[in-house]
């Protein structure tokens, strides 16, 4: 393809069952759609050696796991199943009424919705603990919710209420909560891939140096295609796999950066080979099958508590909005979008456990309207909330408030009566 060719079309590659999946009703529909290739088989390059195979090994195909389970054709139980559904009801139903408010000017800047990805969120982030850390990108709101801070701190983050997560000094895309341990959300792509791998080896540290015997913590760190091909996320393969960290590098591949279309951008689109060349395990799994994401996250997150070391998690997912709210998306082509809504994760969870018996119609209905509530109460919450003081404005940002900069006068603002009135820390 030249490069200016403009985006290519993405095809449908309809794959061939790699073993008897008619017994299992997560595999019996497995015509997916998919530019890379296989969903369901782990594949690991020959630079890995022996011993790490053999660690790797415990990262096993997803069609593996679904057969081994199938006896029951059960993948989780219905307290785990309502807790998955719950958890992407919550971001879809909070995701939907942040552009809403967006829209009627409450929230400012740049805001990033998830809508579309919800089964990665949901797959890995809740079987965490709450001891383990997550680290995202600007598009964050979801993973901060799913690692259970409560909507209304992430909804009065977004109105920019002193009452949010940062006190109104993040905004959508620096969600932090030292209580629920996410890192952040981070608006320059790649910046928060270091600073999980710094909180992954702090958890190693603890353990092996500090012999805090019980410091089994797991780093999860959340970014995108486009960011994968930034040299920070090489930089920390490298670091993760020489120094066995417990962290799990989840791509979120939703084939686009902005309107960059990710097989334009990218030498090589199989993202989850560039673990081998480090020397973890690679995986490539459907992302808009939670059910699926969580086996392959089970198992990561399996391997990185237990002291075996990262794996490199790659989700083919996609996202159902523009970019940001602020992006018109006529970029992306309508064929494609459509193939992709056709495979809404959410709906595809409710008709398994509806069909596998694990809930009632009423039972999710009674989930969906309970959520309804949550965010409702969520922006009543944060439009009731104060704007936060002016006295906040030079806080959190520079440990000395002279690195505020010099005004028009020569002087350090910091001195200027008037810049500031009522700080309290100057
Ligand atoms: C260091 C840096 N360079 C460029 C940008 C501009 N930028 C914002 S989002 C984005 C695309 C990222 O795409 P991807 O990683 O696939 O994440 P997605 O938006 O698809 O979730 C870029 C290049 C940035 N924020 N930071
Ligand atoms: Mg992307």
Request: glycine share 8%; aromatic share 8%; hydrophobic share 35%.
């Amino acid at each position: 393809m030249s490069i200016s060719s403009g985006p290519k079309i993405i095809r449908p590659i309809t794959l061939q069952p790699c073993n008897r999946s008619s017994d299992n009703p997560i595999l019996s529909d497995h015509r997916i759609t998919t530019f890379i290739g296989s969903t369901r088989t782990l594949r690991l390059t020959q630079s890995i050696s022996s011993s790490q195979r053999r660690s790797a090994s415990t990262i096993v195909a997803v069609s593996d796991v679904a057969k081994r389970k199938s006896n029951k054709n059960l993948l989780l139980t219905k307290e785990e199943g309502l807790e998955v559904y719950e958890d992407m009801i919550l971001g879809r139903a909070f995701e939907d009424m942040c552009a809403q408010m967006y829209y009627r000017g409450k929230m400012f800047g740049f805001v990033h919705l998830y809508n579309g990805q919800e089964a990665v969120s949901s797959g890995f982030i809740k079987l965490l603990k709450k001891e383990d850390s997550v680290v995202s990108t600007y598009r964050d709101h979801v993973h901060a919710l799913s690692k259970g801070v409560p909507a209304r701190a992430v909804m009065s983050e977004l109105f920019g209420k002193t009452t949010g997560c940062c006190r109104g000094q993040g905004g959508s895309m620096h969600m932090f909560s030292a209580e629920h341990n996410v890192l952040g959300g981070f608006a320059f792509i790649g910046e928060g891939i270091p600073v999980a791998t710094g909180a992954a080896f702090t958890s190693k540290y603890k353990r092996e140096v500090l012999k805090e015997a019980d410091c089994d913590h797991v780093t999860l760190a959340f970014f995108g295609d486009g960011t994968a091909n930034n040299g920070q996320f090489f930089e920390c393969l490298n670091m993760a796999a020489l120094w066995k960290l417990p962290i799990v590098f989840v791509v979120e591949n939703n084939l686009w950066a902005i309107g960059m279309s990710h097989l334009r951008a990218t030498s090589d689109p199989a993202i989850w080979k560039k673990g081998p060349a480090f020397g973890m395990p690679g995986v490539h799994v459907d992302g808009m099958d939670v059910l699926k994401v969580r086996e392959v996250a089970k198992d990561a997150i399996g391997r990185a508590r237990r002291g075996e070391g990262p794996t490199l998690v790659e989700c083919e997912t996609y996202r159902f909005r523009g970019h940001s709210l602020a992006d018109p998306d006529e970029l992306r082509d309508p064929n494609e979008k459509a193939r992709y809504a056709a495979r809404d994760p959410i709906t595809a969870l409710k008709k398994y456990l509806i069909e596998s018996k694990l809930a009632s119609e009423a039972e999710l209905k009674a989930i969906e309207k309970k959520v309804d509530e949550v965010v409702e109460d969520a922006v009543e919450f944060a439009d009731e909330s104060p704007v936060p003081s002016r006295s906040q404005l030079l806080e959190n940002v520079f440990a000395d408030p002279r690195g505020f900069g010099i005004g028009p006068d020569g002087r350090y603002r910091c001195e200027d009566p008037k810049f500031t009135q009522g700080t309290a820390q100057v």
